[in-house]
């Protein structure tokens, strides 16, 4: 189960941290990335981890304003965002896969999925 949380109304600017939990997986085992998605639109890869090590990768649209990190003893991912955008207003996903990483991208090699959490970014 993933469970995300952190997600509110901000101005533009400002800064949030989501936070997604784990259980009945082993976290070690997966890959973890963060995807968002607003009404219509795909689902779009925000940041992630390599499998092993900690190789972070980022989408260009949040490139030098967002910081994905993960605890590995506590099962937890998190995405630090700051200088948020309205364009930055989308529902937030956490994800777990095994793929290979050249599938980080593409939200069809994700095994596990939280419900999402809710972030708005007034102007």
């Known amino acids: 189960q993933l469970v995300e949380s952190g997600g509110g109304l901000v101005q533009a600017g400002a800064s949030l941290t989501l936070s997604c939990t784990t259980s009945g997986v082993t976290f070690r085992n997966y890959r973890w990335s963060w995807f968002r998605q607003a009404p219509g639109k795909e689902r779009e890869f925000v940041s992630g981890f390599a499998r092993t090590g900690s190789t972070t990768y980022y989408s260009d649209a949040v490139k030098g304003r967002f910081t994905i990190s993960k605890d590995n003893a506590k099962n937890t991912l998190n995405l630090q965002m700051t200088s948020l955008k309205p364009e930055d207003t989308d529902v937030y996903y956490c994800?777990?896969?095994?793929?290979?990483?050249?599938?980080?991208?593409?939200?069809?090699?994700?095994?596990?999925w939280g419900q999402g959490t809710q972030v708005t970014v007034s102007s």
């Open positions: 994800a777990a896969s095994q793929a290979v990483l050249s599938a980080m991208r593409d939200p069809e090699y994700y095994t596990y």
